[in-house]
């Protein structure tokens, strides 16, 4: 077992013995570097107070539920005397604190879990104060933020601990059904019947490096599989590849980072004053490019790709990541964002702009966990009333086993099911390759754009030529016949608007684009966010009912 609270070593009180690294720091060191050990970046498990501390504003928590009288269900022998060794010890009621409080200005409920109370197990008491905290979070109509650690269920309570687990994840339920925000932070450890219910039930899940999660306990599968685990596993690393949480964020920007979530998701973020890009007068003789020219162009590794407009055009982006079934799909970006004040979720196809980062993006090809990613945040934007604007840039879906084991049919198919459904406006932006089924996927809009040189097609050029004429090398000539520019595809009604190129897209032109998007975004939303919610549904039903 890792020694992991703060504890001094007999010989010198104010130094501290890092578990990890066996080094002594000085204790107001560590306590200066936000319970980090200031070698190795160990994180200590930090107390109620101080995780008060470290995300509250000064003097703003008002703690709720204080004073639930302890109960014994199944009067368990000696566990009235170990509650009260423990509330001595620890100064806590109950290994939860649960209350309100501001966080940069904004309203919020939040619970802290303490490991040093009973590992931070939960019972009756420690149930009933978070459900009742949400109930009253639900009625007063505030988002809860909950710092997650426990060793799981509380063995003296037996079943009605067990039941903790139920009760709980129902109470988030309602929460969410009133269109709340939830956001667990997961922290060194969380395990069994914690992660099992309500640490895995938020809109956004983050969590703190290296932290301990799972639901088994790794001394119990290494027990039953008997084999020794890798390093690393069920830390928050392996959860965020796993998809199982949104971010893992460091103890110094935590505050900020849950602040920027508190003030897209109330929508209180201020306009942005940014200037303008500033044209330089000089006008360039643009020659239009060929149908082919553009197939070219658009696989040129230098044209800008989901990520670089993501970050011109809008402030204050926060990625997320992971399904919540498998992976993260990293050719898959996404998460939110203002736009001159106004909240929004954005998604993309990164492709990446050098060969490294190609790699990692798997050339723009996205896997099923990458539809899944992308569907959950529209579903999330969706809760939350914001518009969804998608980047679209993809050869097409990843043709692999694994892709095909994991349904990659299944998960494009489940898109263009519930996108067609959504109750907010989805813009969806063809700015390089749209690769048929793979480009779709993410391009259910009520409106569709695309630039200037992007192409959009059922099958590559080559693909095309190689079926109906037997000769992949006639790819030009293809290309030139299958209407896949933006001029073919607006002339067909496929796509509602042209994006101007400039030239060309690439990083001289990218700030004038992204100004040429940032006007004509806000347009969009103004013209889209009045109409309901079924309104929105029902024109984008009819926009794909006339093909
Ligand atoms: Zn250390």
């Given at each position: 077992m890792r020694l992991l609270n703060l504890f001094r070593s007999k010989e010198a009180p104010d130094y501290i013995v890092c578990p990890t690294c066996g080094r002594r720091a000085e204790r107001h060191d560590i306590v200066a570097n936000n319970?980090?050990?200031?070698?190795?970046?160990h994180y200590y498990r930090v107390r109620t107070n101080n995780r008060i501390k470290m995300v509250?504003?000064?003097?703003?928590f008002t703690p709720w539920f204080k004073d639930l009288a302890a109960v014994n269900p199944l009067d368990f022998p000696g566990y009235d005397d170990k509650l009260a060794a423990t509330r001595e010890k620890?100064?806590?009621?109950?290994?939860v604190t649960v209350g309100e409080c501001r966080i940069g200005g904004e309203r919020a409920v939040i619970g802290v879990c303490d490991s040093r109370f009973l590992m931070g197990s939960m019972g009756h008491v420690y149930g009933e104060k978070i459900t009742l905290a949400v109930e009253k979070a639900t009625e007063l109509g505030l988002p809860v933020i909950m710092f997650t650690c426990s060793g799981g269920a509380r063995m003296q309570e037996g079943i009605i601990s067990l039941m903790q687990m139920e009760k709980t994840s129902a109470a988030f339920k309602r929460h969410s059904d009133a269109g709340l925000l939830y956001i667990p932070v997961l922290t060194d450890p969380t395990t069994g019947g914690v992660t099992a219910s309500f640490?895995?039930?938020?809109d956004i899940i983050l969590a703190e490096p290296g932290a301990l999660v799972g639901f088994a306990g790794p001394r119990v599968i290494e027990q039953t599989i008997g084999q020794k685990l890798p390093d690393?596993?069920?830390?928050s690393e392996f959860i965020l590849e796993h998809g199982f949480c949104d971010a893992i964020v460091e103890r110094k920007d935590l505050k900020d980072t849950l602040t920027r979530i508190l003030k897209i998701t109330n929508g209180t973020l201020p306009a942005n004053l940014k200037p303008r890009y500033e044209k330089n007068g000089e006008k360039k003789d643009i020659v239009p490019l060929s149908a082919w020219d553009k197939v070219k162009a658009v696989r040129s590794i230098k044209r800008p790709s989901a990520l670089a407009y993501i970050n011109t055009v809008f402030d204050d982006f926060i990625e997320f990541h992971g399904d919540?079934?498998?992976?993260?799909?990293?050719?898959v970006v996404g998460g939110i964002a203002t736009l001159n004040g106004k909240s929004v979720t954005v998604i993309g196809i990164e492709k990446g702009q050098d060969m490294a980062e190609c790699k990692r993006r798997n050339f723009g090809m996205p896997s099923p966990e990458g539809y899944r990613k992308a569907l959950r945040l529209m579903k999330q934007a969706e809760k939350f009333n914001r518009p969804v604007i998608t980047f679209v840039n993809t050869p097409g879906a990843f043709p692999g086993m694994e892709a095909e084991e994991n349904g990659q049919g299944e998960a494009i198919a489940r898109n263009l099911y519930e996108m067609s459904a959504l109750k907010v406006p989805v813009l969806a932006l063809m700015i390089g390759e749209g690769g048929s089924g793979g480009a779709l996927g993410l391009a259910v809009g009520n409106e569709v754009w695309m630039m200037e040189n992007a192409t959009y097609s059922v099958l590559s050029p080559e693909g095309f030529a190689s079926i109906l004429?037997?000769?992949?090398?006639?790819a030009a000539e293809a290309a030139g016949v299958m209407c896949i520019t933006a001029e073919d595809l607006k002339r067909l009604g496929i796509i509602e608007r042209i994006i101007p190129e400039?030239?060309?897209?690439s990083e001289e032109t990218i700030a004038e684009i992204a100004d040429y998007l940032k006007d004509n975004i806000q347009e969009f939303i103004k013209k889209y966010e009045v109409m309901s919610g079924d309104a929105l549904a029902e024109q984008r039903y009819q926009r794909f009912r006339k093909y």
């Open positions: 319970y980090i050990c200031t070698f190795c970046g509250a504003d000064a003097g703003s620890t100064g806590l009621d109950e290994g640490a895995m039930l938020g690393g596993f069920q830390r919540r079934y498998f992976a993260d799909d990293k050719c004429w037997k000769d992949g090398k006639r400039y030239g060309e897209a």
